[in-house]
């Protein structure tokens, strides 16, 4: 979601190009070829700048059904990528309070079948999401809500015709006034310009200088975004075959930091 207070519409985004690359303020008009194609540049530096931080910027969460008991795998859209990164988690989610009521974090598909205890795990194919054991029957009818990536919004001009004498096609004022799908704007105005200068003769030596300011600008944001005031708890890890193995209990043979043998 874009920053309110520092959101660009797409006439704004294009006006910024053009006066990182020429110095001036220039108004073009938006059915002629500068304008469309600075909006694919756009297009492509969101598109680019998605992938900078490990998806975290677009960032969301797909709600693929209700927990029945004793059902083990639940069918979602093959078009969605299940985000599996960090602390990600699967939540079963109260449906009116839209309170948290159980987490399953993320195993390897190959990997679920070892855990057969009551803490829950989760692991996806295409088009299935699968979890450690059947759903008991106080999680019928909770939320199942899976962390997800979604691409960037991207800006959608309408075709122009080949032909010089057929008129032209007008760009719709919503599409004028969308928003740059990304919460500090500057990164993918400045990746834009990049990408533009590399097109044209007269700018490709200062592709170098564009460059280095929108990295400059990556490495502050990342920095704003990845710091950390504490240490974040580190969760605890087993493996389901190791009570058999070793003992009765269910607990692994390995240090936990909220755990302690004299208790």
Known sequence: MPNADVA?????AVAEVMGLLVGLDMELVPE???????????????????????????????????????????????????????????????PETQQVCVWAYWLPRDALHKYTGTELKAAHTRSTLEFSRPFFSGE?????????????????????????EEAL?????????QLVDFDYPDLVIRR?????????????????????????????????????T????????????EGDATSNQYRAHRPSADWSPLF
């Open 140 to 164: 019928a009818g909770l939320e199942i809500h899976v962390p997800v990536m979604r691409e960037p919004k991207m800006f959608l001009l309408p075709k122009q015709p080949e032909n010089p």
């Open 169 to 177: 096609v007008e760009v719709p004022v919503d599409v004028r006034e």
């Open 32 to 94: 002629r070829d500068a304008y469309q194609s600075i909006t694919r540049q756009l297009n492509r530096a969101l598109r680019s700048v998605a992938l900078d931080n490990e998806w975290s910027y677009y960032s969301s969460t797909e709600n693929v059904g209700t927990v029945t008991q004793g059902v083990q795998a639940v069918p979602m859209r093959s078009t969605i990528r299940p985000r599996i990164i960090n602390d990600d988690a699967v939540r079963l989610v109260h």
């Open 8 to 12: 660009m519409t797409l006439d704004e």
């Open 230 to 241: 504490d240490t974040p708890y580190q969760n605890e890890w087993h493996m389901g075959i």
């Open 192 to 228: 834009a310009a990049y990408y533009y200068a590399q097109t044209n003769p007269m700018w490709q030596p200062r592709v170098q200088t564009l460059e280095a300011n929108y990295k400059e600008l990556m490495y502050a944001l990342t920095e704003r975004d990845t710091r950390n």
